[in-house]
């Protein structure tokens, strides 16, 4: 049984940067893309980037100024940074197995930004 | 960006009658190379993350009950669920993944009358 933990700050001031990890328990990590995907209090759902073990690398256009997403193949793990963060980044961040059709999503974690 | 537009916001049904979700796209997301429409439907409930129900506009998900069917081609995409159910009470997506950056729906709220 495929598994995706995360973990994280879920409060950060203003002009910080976030930071989340995701780690994959029980399944293939070479075999996929990865993706970060964020979801504002009682909104809808924004595609942030997506990763693959080889460290191939898309961004959102909206958001790729401040995010870097990274990976550490030895422990089956991504990395979500999101840089200078504003009240606007305040959601549920999801890592997820996939880009273009995501079965498997990890159990979020509500990042607030809040001075 | 694709911009997906779903109709309505809420939806109110009776338990046992048929539900209807639309999701229109700005730009086409057929491919007719393959004839595929790079559209899938998620369903989200309180505090979980979403759960795919259908893609390539009407190919429905393993495990998703038959009462969920999906249609449509080109810009105009509609969701259907046949006889509500209570346990489909929930917030519905459309998403395309025919161009970077994946895009969604504004979702959709479905709840009993």
């Known amino acids: 049984q495929v598994q995706l933990q995360q973990w994280g700050a879920g409060l950060l001031k203003p002009s910080e940067t976030l930071s989340l990890t995701c780690a994959v328990y029980g399944g293939s990590f070479s075999s996929y893309y990865w993706s970060w995907i964020r979801q504002p209090p009682g909104k809808g759902l924004e595609w942030i980037g997506e990763i693959n073990h080889s460290g191939s690398i898309t961004y959102n256009p909206s958001l790729k100024s401040r995010v870097t997403i990274s990976v550490d193949t030895s422990k089956n793990q991504f990395s979500l940074k999101l840089s200078s963060v504003t009240a606007a980044d305040t959601a549920v961040y999801y890592c997820a197995r996939g880009t273009t059709l995501v079965r498997l999503w990890g159990q979020g974690t509500l990042v607030t930004v809040s001075s | 960006d694709i911009v997906m537009t779903q109709s309505p916001d809420s939806l109110a049904v009776s338990l046992g009658e048929r539900a209807t979700i639309n999701c229109k796209s700005s730009q086409s997301v057929l491919n007719s190379s393959n004839n595929k429409n790079y559209l899938a439907w998620y369903q989200q409930k309180p505090g979980q993350p979403p759960k795919l129900l259908i893609y390539w506009a009407s190919t429905r998900e393993s495990g998703v009950p038959d009462r969920f069917s999906g249609s449509g081609s080109g810009t105009d995409f509609t969701l259907t669920i046949s006889s509500l159910q209570a346990e489909d009470v929930a917030v519905y997506y459309c998403?395309?993944?025919?161009?970077?950056?994946?895009?969604f729906g504004q979702g959709t709220r479905l709840e009993i009358k």
């Open positions: 998403q395309q993944y025919y161009r970077i950056p994946i895009t």
